[in-house]
């Protein structure tokens, strides 16, 4: 069975993970769910999560080259939530609109664990002025990590105020 993930429930899936580990680093998650993290030549592919029956065992795949590999991280524990009962390999070979729905939500998923709204409040006196580039530079994340923030934090339960200010970001 499929499920489907709204952002919503992606957004609230991310803050129950750092609620368990007490945290957001995507190193410490993985070392606490006993997720082997694997850095190596991958041509192309920037990254992919990938499952051992046989040990019952989890390992995610990092291109070495990647400037960002804790953002490729994230992602494939997006997978790891989000789809790991799921054979994506295959789904994807099937179906582009589909695969392309699994990347969305493991994106949306990085997102939501690599910046947390307390983040962007946080930050708010310092950051209310600058542009989006700007933004994803100070947090030291890719651009659409902060586009996605920025166009959901309107959904969520932070107080007006705040919301005002975080829609002004240009």
Request: with cysteine; charged share 20%.
């Amino acid at each position: 069975m499929i499920l489907i993930y709204t952002s919503k429930n992606i957004k609230h899936k991310a803050e129950s993970v750092i609620q368990e580990h007490g945290t957001n680093n995507v190193y410490q998650i993985s070392e606490n769910l006993k997720i082997t993290i694997l850095k190596s030549n991958l041509g192309r592919i920037n990254g992919f999560l990938q499952y051992y029956k046989e040990e019952n065992e989890y390992i995610i795949h990092v291109n070495k080259r990647s400037s960002q590999p804790h953002i490729i991280i994230a992602h494939e524990l997006g997978h790891f939530f989000l789809h790991k009962n799921l054979n994506t390999f295959q789904m994807e070979k099937c179906s582009i609109v589909l695969g392309n729905k699994l990347e969305h939500q493991a994106n949306t998923f990085a997102s939501e664990i690599l910046i947390t709204d307390k983040m962007l409040i946080d930050e708010m006196p310092r950051i209310k002025n600058w542009t989006h580039k700007q933004i994803a530079s100070f947090f030291k994340v890719p651009l659409f990590v902060i586009e996605h923030k920025v166009s959901q934090i309107a959904l969520s339960s932070l107080p007006s105020r705040e919301i005002r200010n975080i829609a002004k970001f240009a």
